[in-house]
């Protein structure tokens, strides 16, 4: 028999802390495009693209998904993509972009947004390269682009103006190789390939904004932080909710942000085979809170292994004088639940508590 444990971590007191996925599938018999089978390697993201509005065709029955994309259709596309395809009031430096043109505010947007260079000269016209489109949804998507990367390619040399911004999104899927090793920096992007490349940036902000993933800033990496199981974690705060009402406490809030670092301290129990409130990473629950610019007042952490359930859980933690402690100290008022389950069937258990 797994022998349970739990553990606890008092309070600390922190004086000075600075601190979608689009997924419509075309069901339809026949495609809209005459020039786009359902063979073709982008058909599902044409038709998301084109369903949303965020692309068009360039005819009634026509897509032309080889067509080089220019510099205006980008923006067009990405600001309708983060809904910025709007009146704008802003005015930009560019002399080049008529204020009557269909893509003038969506350059203006991006303009205003950062995600584009505010310069004399916007040159709508020109043809991208996928080396400059790379740049564009950096600043869009709001990729944490480092040096740090996986990924590589034969052709983006050390010194290349885009080699963070390109390695850094192959490593999260959004590009990819031409041949399997290289990446054809300067190429032009095709219609297709923006169509998969926006769809792609769509699914990684929809992992942010779900607390799927998150950008760790001393490994300068991307991690996973989904809950073993998040109907599980909503429980225990039910239950330690429960446990407060019986001593007039108020209510903690089910904190999502700080769950997402419940769960990054259970990940870490799992990849680095370790249990204890000390991470040998991480270093102090408070630190990894804050690394993750949390902002606090006070943090506890209570953590536990091997219990089948919320239940067992908490009743083993309100059975413990420490955790107790923890779970009924006045001045928290946020709660997060991060659950790992690792190969070998481990269930890891994390509590953290803040005030706010």
Same mark, same amino acid.
């Given at each position: 028999?797994?022998?349970?444990?739990?553990?606890?971590?008092?309070?600390?007191?922190?004086?000075?802390?600075?601190?979608?996925?689009?997924?419509?599938?075309?069901?339809?018999?026949?495609?809209?495009?005459?020039?786009?089978?359902?063979?073709?390697?982008?058909?599902?993201?044409?038709?998301?693209?084109?369903?949303?509005?965020?692309?068009?065709?360039?005819?009634?029955?026509?897509?032309?998904?080889?067509?080089?994309?220019?510099?205006?259709?980008?923006?067009?596309?990405?600001?309708?993509?983060?809904?910025?395809?709007?009146?704008?009031?802003?005015?930009?430096?560019?002399?080049?972009?008529?204020?009557?043109?269909?893509?003038?505010?969506?350059?203006?947007?991006?303009?205003?947004?950062?995600?584009?260079?505010?310069?004399?000269?916007?040159?709508?016209?020109?043809?991208?390269?996928?080396?400059?489109?790379? @740049?564009?949804? !950096? #600043?869009?998507?709001?990729?944490? %682009?480092?040096? =740090?990367? $996986?990924?590589?390619?034969?052709?983006? +040399? *050390?010194?290349?103006?885009?080699?963070?911004?390109?390695?850094?999104?192959?490593?999260?899927?959004?590009?990819?190789?031409?041949?399997?090793?290289?990446?054809?920096?300067?190429?032009?992007?095709?219609?297709?390939?923006?169509?998969?490349?926006?769809?792609?940036?769509?699914?990684?902000?929809?992992?942010?904004?779900?607390?799927?993933?998150?950008?760790?800033?001393?490994?300068?990496?991307? @991690?996973?932080? !989904? #809950?073993?199981?998040?109907?599980? %974690?909503?429980? =225990?705060? $039910?239950?330690?909710?429960?446990?407060? +009402? *019986?001593?007039?406490?108020?209510?903690?809030?089910?904190?999502?942000?700080?769950?997402?670092?419940?769960?990054?301290?259970?990940?870490?129990?799992?990849?680095?085979?370790?249990?204890?409130?000390?991470?040998?990473?991480?270093?102090?629950?408070?630190?990894?809170?804050?690394?993750?610019?949390?902002?606090?007042?006070?943090?506890?952490?209570?953590?536990?292994?091997?219990?089948?359930?919320?239940?067992?859980? !908490?009743?083993?933690?309100?059975?413990?004088?420490?955790?107790?402690?923890?779970?009924?100290?006045?001045?928290?008022?946020?709660?997060?639940?991060?659950?790992?389950?690792?190969?070998?069937?481990?269930?890891?258990?994390?509590?953290?508590?803040?005030?706010?």
């Amino acid at each position: 028999m797994l022998k349970k444990l739990i553990s606890v971590v008092f309070l600390l007191t922190a004086f000075a802390f600075a601190n979608v996925s689009v997924t419509h599938a075309a069901s339809q018999a026949e495609t809209p495009y005459k020039d786009v089978k359902e063979t073709h390697f982008a058909y599902k993201e044409i038709m998301k693209m084109t369903s949303l509005n965020y692309m068009t065709g360039t005819s009634s029955n026509s897509f032309q998904p080889n067509l080089k994309v220019t510099r205006a259709e980008a923006a067009l596309t990405i600001a309708r993509s983060l809904n910025l395809d709007q009146a704008c009031t802003y005015e930009p430096k560019f002399t080049d972009v008529d204020p009557s043109a269909p893509y003038y505010n969506a350059v203006c947007q991006l303009a205003k947004a950062g995600i584009v260079n505010d310069t004399e000269e916007f040159k709508p016209q020109s043809n991208l390269t996928r080396a400059q489109f790379t @740049i564009m949804m !950096v #600043n869009a998507y709001q990729v944490e %682009a480092d040096s =740090v990367n $996986r990924k590589h390619f034969k052709d983006v +040399k *050390k010194g290349f103006w885009a080699k963070s911004q390109i390695e850094s999104l192959a490593d999260l899927g959004i590009v990819g190789a031409v041949d399997g090793v290289n990446f054809a920096p300067q190429r032009n992007v095709t219609r297709a390939q923006l169509a998969v490349m926006i769809c792609r940036a769509l699914e990684f902000k929809g992992k942010i904004q779900d607390k799927r993933l998150i950008y760790d800033s001393l490994s300068k990496h991307y @991690i996973e932080t !989904v #809950n073993y199981s998040k109907q599980w %974690a909503t429980e =225990v705060v $039910r239950l330690v909710n429960v446990e407060r +009402k *019986k001593e007039d406490l108020p209510a903690l809030i089910e904190d999502q942000d700080l769950s997402q670092i419940a769960v990054i301290k259970a990940r870490d129990f799992v990849n680095r085979n370790y249990f204890n409130h000390y991470s040998p990473y991480y270093e102090q629950p408070w630190d990894l809170a804050s690394l993750f610019d949390y902002e606090f007042s006070s943090l506890g952490e209570n953590i536990a292994r091997n219990y089948p359930s919320p239940s067992e859980v !908490v009743k083993a933690w309100m059975a413990s004088e420490g955790h107790r402690a923890n779970i009924l100290r006045p001045q928290y008022t946020n709660l997060g639940v991060g659950i790992k389950k690792s190969s070998d069937g481990t269930i890891y258990w994390v509590q953290l508590f803040a005030s706010k």
